[in-house]
């Protein structure tokens, strides 16, 4: 009997073992959300299975309003029946119309290939946020008098009384400027800079929160503080203030369910009190915060605070008709640092070193006297004697300013700044400055992550560090080109560039999908395209060839990555309007009009007497944008189903290919700029005649190798170069580059001490001097972009185009350089993605894991078929272009060979 309940056990193991599981549900790519306004939800989950060859041939959703009902399938909002269909992202709701503020619990089960059922999911959820304006009862409030950008951070309070016992409760909460929110004390939330940044004009969005914890039984206060942000603080080069608008506004709503099935609203009102008094006696996201703890006011978030000196509110008539919900991640922290060394420099400076250029702040404790000023200044770099170095921050003056209450051991952190940094100097800290007293804090949009990348060479794992903090540092809320001078804006050319690179290192599937809203909303009637977005430059600032293109090329670049339809659906108008606005200052269909920052940051000479300088001709440049960004809309109309226009836009297309040979190529496929960048466009976007195509990689191959095997392309040139070696057979040049460690190359930063990528390939010269000041950030993705080559050429990690979002995989490793071994991994929507491949002598091993659902090509690098293996097994097999072709299901698998 006990042998039998054992076989049983066993048994019974083994068929839960096998059988599929689903994780890790999500709704719009987002575990729980609350407060979205889209009116028909997408689904998305994962199969889990220790098999092999796992395919879902069929789901069942079901929705309801609690977990009860949920689990019965008594009582549902929406149950979809059995839907026989593999698809696992990306599912619409289709059930009845969703409410305001609701909440929806959800469950999904599968059937895999063997029309096994799976177990129903975990339940989870989602909230509905306001879906109209009428929605809102709560009132806009401002200060009562005239005020500026250089008045402390207003404080709003109000207090009210809950008489029963609380269900529920969710705050939604906006402002005009950033704000802080508390309710009995306690912080609302865990997001900072709130509520990000946007195309304020048509686009302020609202964050909502569930307080249900928070408020309590009886008397219950509301405190709130803004600061300047991006609404009306110094903004762009001009010392620009009140971009968007003079005041600082709050609008807040409290919507309160409780158990006997009541409802209550509390909202911004003409009933709230204000001060200024308040501790944050300034605030600049290019300058930094001053912070006088002296003028804290204990309790002031709670009940019972004696606000009778305080002021009432004004109520503002603003709209809300231009109010979205989130649809990114927030920014948040992240890592923190303590400092690697604190010293003294040459001059005499305390200064904090954290060993890593990131963007945030810092949090500092201390034990004064009252009055004591503690000021903190940041830098990237020192300068070649050692000293604190801050010329390259320009007119940000980039400064904390702490001043003590004298209440025993204090701490503090700013509010509505952030800092791009390594090092801080700290003035007038009092008694000796410990590691324990000051900590670094890193702070940027709350993304997954998604990919990892290591291999046999520690400078290139450097590499890799860099870009990736790189994109941390630039990925606050928006794409910015460098986190600490007087800059810090979306510009448009960075994010095209290094778009297919941070979409493997992090899921910025919702970053870019709200960002890319915002190039709509502030792209011009006629189609252009500005230099940044948001756009706080003139209006008239933009149409700048490689940089409007991030009309085009990103949402394309989404598509691959994510496979969501819907980017496409919205960004269409944005992508035609675009290539309409180039035909329309086109004549006889060349675009060699307007200004262009061409291939910005290309290798230059300052005293080129023999034309070394690899000058790109800016037109040249503008007619193969205008060529490709045609081509992707005529890829999305394909996607579409748009027939009119994928028939108009191929003929424009083909006429745009042809002016660009007729005006900029010689009949021999030389460019009118025979540079590396011009080369490289010409072959990425396919412009040139395919009799030509090889011999004008060859001239770009020798035209690398002329310079001493440096690269000498500027930002648009730079993304596509390894890509293109390797396409037309010179992967070995692209390692070449790759390891190449002087100037100009990728390794001469790391090898210089860099912990992010910086803007200039020589940032820091060897004599330890400084490019130019006027334009030097040591923090700048954009060069990062070689990381997408070294992800999908030299792992080999990538997706079919024609089956995008990794749901067909293709691995194509590309071993050389005289590395050992590499691997990447990716946590596509479907799960995890990897390829590893290693080197001993001539033996070549390669492990790959494909998620359940997918499927995979593996091309295996082979000098002989014969040598070939899977799990151990010969493959019968025929030798294609050096590599054996494999198609598997899900599943891990290893490959041998002989190379």
Not at 417 to 432: I, L, M, N
Request: hydrophobic share 35%; with cysteine; aromatic share 12%.
């Amino acid at each position: 009997m006990t042998r039998l309940f054992l076989l049983l056990l066993l048994f019974t193991s083994t068929c839960l073992c096998a059988q599929v599981q689903v994780a890790n549900p999500r709704v719009e790519n987002l575990n729980n959300p609350i407060g979205l306004d889209v009116t028909q939800p997408r689904f998305g989950w994962q199969l889990q299975s220790e098999s092999r060859n796992v395919r879902q041939t069929a789901y069942e959703i079901r929705v309801a309003l609690n977990t009860t009902d949920l689990q019965s399938g008594k009582k549902t909002v929406w149950q979809s029946g059995k839907i026989n269909s593999d698809a696992s992202i990306w599912v619409p709701y289709a059930g009845s119309t969703l409410l305001t503020g609701q909440k929806y619990w959800w469950q999904v089960r599968v059937w895999d290939q063997d029309g096994k059922m799976s177990s129903w999911s975990q339940p989870a959820f989602w909230q509905m946020g306001m879906l109209q304006p009428s929605d809102w009862k709560a009132q806009w409030i401002s200060v009562s008098m005239p005020e500026d950008s250089t008045r402390p951070s207003p404080v709003f309070r109000k207090e009210f009384a809950c008489r029963k016992k609380i269900a529920q409760a969710t705050a939604f909460i906006t402002s005009h400027g950033l704000f802080e929110a508390q309710i009995n004390g306690k912080r609302i939330g865990q997001d900072y800079l709130t509520p990000g940044w946007t195309a304020y004009q048509k686009r302020i969005p609202y964050l909502t929160y569930d307080v249900t914890t928070l408020l309590q039984n009886g008397p219950n206060a509301i405190g709130v503080t803004l600061g300047n942000g991006w609404w009306r603080g110094n903004i762009g080069w001009a010392e620009k203030n009140g971009f968007y608008g003079s005041d600082v506004s709050l609008l807040l709503q409290i919507d309160i369910q409780y158990t006997d099935g009541s409802r209550e609203t509390i909202g911004t009102d003409g009933s709230w009190k204000y001060s200024t008094d308040g501790p944050i006696r300034s605030s600049e996201i290019y300058h930094g915060e001053t912070y006088d703890a002296r003028m804290e006011r204990a309790g002031w978030s709670a009940a019972g605070f004696n606000d009778a000196s305080w002021k009432t509110v004004a109520v503002k008539d603003f709209s809300k008709s231009n109010l979205i919900a989130t649809y990114n991640e927030p920014i948040r922290k992240h890592e923190t640092f303590r400092p690697k060394a604190i010293f003294r420099t040459p001059k005499g400076e305390l200064v904090a070193d954290f060993g890593q250029n990131l963007v945030g702040w810092v949090e500092l404790t201390a034990k004064g006297k009252s009055g004591d000023r503690i000021v903190l200044q940041f830098a990237e770099v020192l300068d070649k004697q050692g000293n604190f170095y801050t010329e390259n921050l320009r007119a940000a003056r980039c400064t904390d300013i702490w001043i003590l209450s004298g209440n025993g051991e204090e701490s503090f952190e700013p509010h509505f700044t952030f800092h791009g940094f390594r090092y801080a100097r700290v003035e007038g800290y009092p008694g000796d400055l410990k590691p324990e007293n000051i900590t670094a804090v890193a702070l940027y949009s709350d993304m997954r992550p998604a990919g990892t990348f290591s291999c046999s060479d520690s400078l290139v794992n450097q590499l890799q560090h860099n870009i990736q903090w790189g994109q941390r540092g630039n990925f606050l809320d928006v794409p910015t080109d460098c986190p600490q001078r007087d800059e810090r804006l979306g510009w448009t050319g960075d994010a095209q560039a290094f778009s297919r690179t941070a979409v493997f290192n992090f899921d910025a599937h919702n970053f870019f999908a709200k960002w890319l809203k915002d190039v709509a909303a502030d792209q011009q009637p006629d189609g252009m395209v500005p230099w940044v977005i948001p756009n706080v430059l003139h209006p008239r600032n933009g149409a700048s060839t490689g940089w409007a293109d991030a009309a085009t090329i990103i949402p394309w670049n989404m598509w691959l990555a994510y496979a969501d339809r819907r980017i496409l659906e919205d960004q269409y108008p944005s992508m035609k309007a675009w290539v309409e606005y180039m035909r329309s200052n086109s004549k006889n269909d060349l675009w060699n009009t307007g200004f262009h920052f061409g291939d910005w940051l290309f290798y230059s000479i300052t005293d080129d007497n023999d034309g070394r300088s690899a000058i790109t001709d800016k037109y040249l440049i503008a007619q193969c944008f205008y060529a490709h960004s045609t081509q992707l809309l005529v890829n999305a109309a394909q996607i579409l189903g748009k027939k009119e226009d994928i028939a108009e836009y191929n003929q424009l297309l083909q006429r745009v290919k042809t002016a660009y040979l007729n005006e900029y190529v010689t009949p021999n496929g030389r460019p009118l700029s025979p540079t590396q960048t011009a080369y490289v466009l010409a072959l990425q976007f396919d412009l040139l005649p395919e009799n030509q195509r090889a011999q004008a990689a060859k001239n770009l191959a020798e035209n690398i190798k002329s310079y001493g095997n440096h690269l000498t392309t500027g930002f648009l040139g730079t993304p596509h170069l390894c890509h293109v070696l390797t396409r037309f057979g010179y992967t070995d040049l692209a390692y070449t580059l790759l390891n190449q460690k002087t100037y100009p190359s990728w390794l001469y930063p790391v090898t210089m001490g860099a912990t992010t990528i910086w803007e200039r390939w020589d940032g820091i010269r060897t004599d330890g001097s400084f490019q130019a000041i006027t334009m030097n950030s040591f923090n700048h993705y954009a060069y990062g972009a070689i990381g997408d080559w070294m992800y999908r050429i030299m792992c080999g990690l990538d997706t079919e185009t024609e089956q995008p979002g990794y749901k067909a995989i293709r691995i194509k490793p590309h071993p050389g350089g005289g590395f050992t071994h590499a691997s990447a991994s990716l946590e596509t929507l479907y799960g995890k993605a990897s390829s590893s491949w290693k080197l001993d002598g001539n033996k070549f091993m390669l492990e790959v894991e494909i998620p359940a659902n997918t499927s995979a090509t593996i091309w295996v690098p082979a000098r002989n078929a014969d040598t070939v293996e899977q799990d151990g097994k010969k493959l019968q097999s025929t030798l294609e272009d050096g590599y054996v072709r494999v198609k598997v299901g899900s599943g891990r698998y290893a490959f041998r060979s002989e190379n």
